[in-house]
């Protein structure tokens, strides 16, 4: 038979003088505190609990949640405040039987940090994500793809670049920035460049070649080679497994005329 303790006032849990390190008080049955509750070594009697109803206080602050299931999920986890006894100043949890810690919040990170709404958007920097995914920063938000050297392999980044100008892709190793292979300008017409079907249109959201140019006025195509050195160059091959044809057409008149 269980019974209900009450305790009406704030509540400070410390060690008791004369109290060996391996005895512990322990209360069955179900406990009620109406006031404020301090646990920890460095508990005073006079706390003012200006942080809220419950604090744990003293030199390695750490709620541990300890599963002693015989059967299904067992794991051990644990919501710790900062390295012990020396380290780095952080809010974290800790997987105790695995990893260490799997989520951390250094100090001082700025508002909105991370945040998670009620869609279930992810903001970073934003309590206002309008997409699945909505990073904002002042100044060329910016997602980063690392693949990292643990398994042997070199290390090597792709940044995804956005601002008020450009949108890019950028290929990166270490801290050096070695090329933008990939760069959309802002103010670009509708279906600038389209993918589909292994099709590339340009001007078109329906390709009908490996590549469509299609544009009203001025359709054309420029190859340039800027070398510092007069030179014979070529500049366009075709390659076909017979005789290689170019189709010119006149939309206007239906007149079809055929070189090669």
């Given at each position: 038979m269980s019974r209900s303790f009450t305790i009406l006032a704030a509540t400070v849990l410390t060690a008791l003088p004369g109290l060996a390190a391996d005895q512990a008080t322990v209360l069955s049955g179900d406990h009620v505190i109406q006031g404020n509750l301090c646990v920890g070594a460095a508990c005073l009697a006079s706390e003012g609990f200006s942080r809220g109803p419950l604090m744990v206080k003293g030199p390695r602050t750490a709620l541990g949640f300890v599963d002693t299931s015989t059967t299904g999920p067992t794991r051990d986890w644990s919501i710790v405040a900062n390295d012990y006894p020396a380290g780095f100043s952080f809010f974290g949890i800790e997987d105790v039987e695995g990893n260490g810690i799997v989520l951390r919040i250094e100090p001082d990170a700025p508002?909105?940090?991370?945040?998670?709404?009620?869609?279930?958007?992810?903001?970073?920097?934003?309590?206002?994500?309008?997409?699945?995914?909505?990073?904002?920063?002042?100044?060329?938000?910016?997602?980063?793809?690392?693949?990292?050297?643990?398994?042997?392999?070199?290390?090597?980044?792709?940044?995804?670049?956005?601002?008020?100008?450009?949108?890019?892709?950028?290929?990166?190793?270490?801290?050096?920035?070695?090329?933008?292979p990939f760069r959309v300008h802002t103010g670009n017409a509708l279906y600038t460049m389209t993918m589909r079907n292994n099709f590339i249109g340009l001007g078109t959201d329906f390709p009908q070649k490996r590549l469509h140019i299609r544009v009203a006025g001025e359709a054309t195509a420029r190859i340039e080679d800027v070398a510092g050195t007069a030179a014979p160059r070529s500049l366009l091959e075709l390659i076909n497994n017979g005789r290689p044809e170019i189709v010119m057409t006149n939309s206007d008149t239906a007149a079809n005329g055929r070189s090669g």
């Open positions: 508002q909105n940090a991370l945040y998670v709404s009620s869609a279930g958007r992810l903001g970073l920097g934003t309590s206002l994500p309008q997409a699945d995914i909505h990073a904002v920063n002042t100044l060329n938000p910016t997602l980063r793809l690392e693949m990292s050297g643990t398994l042997g392999n070199p290390d090597h980044s792709w940044d995804l670049i956005g601002n008020d100008g450009t949108f890019s892709l950028a290929e990166v190793v270490g801290t050096t920035t070695m090329g933008l």
